[in-house]
């Protein structure tokens, strides 16, 4: 039988640009509401805009982070950025 190589290094770098990625995510409100409070606990909408509010629970988005990751999305989809080369 013939055996396959799969290139693993691309899935490797993909694999820790995902979890710093994550960990970015998961951590980046925390840290702009201890470094950019605009006053009375508000975090600043284009940095973090809540959407949902439950018991204790809140769902939010990043408009910033939001557009920077379409804009690499489309330079990925048309091939004018290719890091794994």
Same mark, same amino acid.
């Given at each position: 039988?013939? =055996?396959? %190589?799969?290139?693993? =290094? ?6 820790? &640009?995902?979890?710093?990625?994550? &960990?970015? &995510?998961?951590?980046? *409100?925390?840290?702009?509401? &201890? ?14 805009? *809540? ?6 629970? +809140?769902?939010?988005? %990043? ?14 989809? +048309?091939?004018?950025? +290719? *890091?794994?080369?």
């Amino acid at each position: 039988m013939e =055996e396959y %190589s799969i290139p693993y =290094e691309p899935l490797r770098y993909l694999g820790i &640009l995902l979890v710093i990625l994550g &960990l970015l &995510l998961i951590l980046t *409100p925390y840290i702009v509401e &201890l470094i950019l409070k605009t006053g009375k606990g508000r975090i600043h909408p284009l940095i973090y805009y *809540p959407i949902y509010r439950g018991d204790g629970f +809140t769902l939010g988005i %990043s408009p910033v982070v939001f557009i920077v990751l379409i804009l690499l999305y489309i330079l990925f989809a +048309t091939g004018k950025f +290719t *890091p794994f080369r």
